[in-house]
Structure formats: structure tokens, C-alpha cells
């Protein structure tokens, strides 16, 4: 059974930090590449982050130079920092890969949300 279980979210004031983890089990992770999107309440969700089996890594113009995706064996981490009031959201990571046949998987998220 494959999960991807996200954790690390809360409330933060603007200017604080939070690290975000999504813990993946079932899937091989080393061959998928890892996302993480988020969204605001009323708003469509929107990419933030990805990092690839490889470890490259690509930003959101909005959360370039604030955040860093990085990843270990199974999970992938999300460190925010220099957090804004727009940062707030529901937060998913997603497991994708197209080895062996497209396969994308989503976590069930986290709530993040800064205050002013």
C-alpha cells in the first residue's frame, strides 16, 4: 500500500520558519520525483517545489530564495523560511515517475498558516 504522510505544519508568524516532511512507504522512492504544492482557501493548487530522483532541484518563483526541497531515503523535507501571510495553505507532496509506466501519488496534507 503506498502512502506519502506529510507532517511539520502549524501556525508560524510572518518572518518565521517551518520544516515540512512527507514520509513515503510503498513506493520505490529513489526513482520518483518529488513535489510539493500547496493551496489557499478558495484558490487552485499551485506547484511550490520539486526535486528529482536525480536531486535537482526547481522552485515556484514565489518561494525561490526562501525555501529548499531536499530529500533522504523516503522522505522528502520542505525547510520554509522568511514565511509570508500568502504562505498559508494546505500543503501536498506528490510522487511521480514515468519508470516502468506513469505512476503520481499525492499525500493527504498539511495545514500551514502565517499570521501577520
Known amino acids: 500500500q503506498v502512502q506519502l504522510v506529510e507532517s511539520g505544519g502549524g501556525l508560524v508568524q510572518s518572518g518565521g520558519s517551518l520544516r515540512l516532511s512527507c514520509a513515503t512507504s510503498?513506493?520505490?522512492?529513489?526513482?520518483?520525483?518529488m513535489s510539493w504544492f500547496r493551496q489557499a482557501p478558495g484558490k487552485e493548487r499551485e506547484w511550490v517545489a520539486q526535486?528529482?530522483?536525480?536531486?535537482r532541484t526547481n522552485y515556484a518563483d514565489s518561494s525561490k530564495d526562501r525555501f529548499t526541497i531536499s530529500r533522504t531515503p523516503k522522505t522528502v523535507y520542505l525547510q520554509m523560511d522568511n514565511l509570508r501571510p500568502e504562505d498559508t495553505g494546505v500543503y501536498y507532496c506528490?510522487?511521480?515517475?514515468?519508470?516502468?509506466?506513469?505512476?503520481?501519488?499525492w499525500g493527504q496534507g498539511t495545514q500551514v498558516t502565517v499570521s501577520s
Open positions: 526535486i528529482t530522483a536525480g536531486g
Open positions: 510503498g513506493i520505490n522512492f529513489n526513482i520518483f520525483d
Open positions: 506528490k510522487a511521480f515517475t514515468t519508470f516502468g509506466g506513469r505512476s503520481e501519488y
